[in-house]
């Protein structure tokens, strides 16, 4: 397989953030109660991804190793800075839905994680596409739930009349809700479950969970990021 189509496919499929890896649960959970919602946070993340993972490959032979996680937050918040305000002047609609969940971008565990973990170690063109295939794995995620949430809770389709033009339909407002929220997420997560038993079976395996959810830290890939210590140092210590 082509090493940019690899890295498109680890980011839809085999190492998905939402339901494979399980992170950046936080926004996951908060804004997905409509698609609109979804797909902007996901079509954000994915801008500032592909950027982040962009100009720290470019810079990484001149970051010095002991300011790399203050460096990758100040190129990430300068990005997401932009996002932001481009957002307010041109879809101010979607930004006040999205509240604050748009600046906590820059504290998202997947765009730190992918810097410090692929951008941090590849060349720009690799990393611009490991950026596209997480963004879209992440927008992908967050759109099927919030479509979900959308349709059983408020009878639309992306904020189109689907369900609710049905004579009798009452929507179950519940998942428009938080609860709304987890019960989704656990529907899908354990339909993933199910394509991860038979990718296994395959011979082709999907990503473990992260270790800052399994509690798994010597097997985790951003286990130097959360420790501080750098990928060389672990690998001396080891």
Excluded: W
């Amino acid at each position: 397989m082509n090493k940019y189509v690899e890295r498109l496919y680890n980011g839809v499929i085999k190492e998905n953030p939402t339901f494979v890896l399980m992170l950046g649960m936080c926004p996951t959970l908060a804004v997905t109660s409509s698609a609109v919602n979804g797909l902007g946070m996901g079509l954000s993340t994915l801008v500032v991804l592909v950027f982040s993972n962009l100009l720290i490959s470019l810079f990484r032979k001149v970051i010095p190793n002991g300011v790399r996680m203050p460096a990758y937050i100040v190129i990430v918040a300068s990005l997401v800075t932009v996002v932001q305000f481009l957002m307010q002047a041109y879809l101010p609609s979607l930004s006040a839905a999205l509240g604050v969940y748009i600046p906590l971008i820059v504290v998202n565990c997947i765009i730190l994680g992918r810097a410090e973990s692929y951008a941090s170690k590849n060349g720009p063109v690799e990393s611009i596409f490991d950026g596209i295939g997480m963004g879209l794995g992440f927008t992908l995620g967050l759109t099927i739930i919030g479509l979900i949430r959308e349709i059983l809770g408020a009878g639309t389709f992306f904020n189109m009349p689907f369900l609710s033009a049905i004579d009798g339909f009452t929507p179950a407002t519940i998942f428009i809700m938080a609860p709304g929220a987890f019960l989704v997420l656990g529907f899908l997560v354990a339909g993933m479950n199910i394509v991860r038993r038979k990718m296994e079976a395959k011979g082709k395996p999907l990503a473990e969970p992260a270790g800052c959810l399994s509690g798994d830290c010597a097997h985790c890939g951003q286990s130097a990021m959360c420790t501080g210590k750098s990928a060389a140092a672990e690998n001396k210590e080891g």
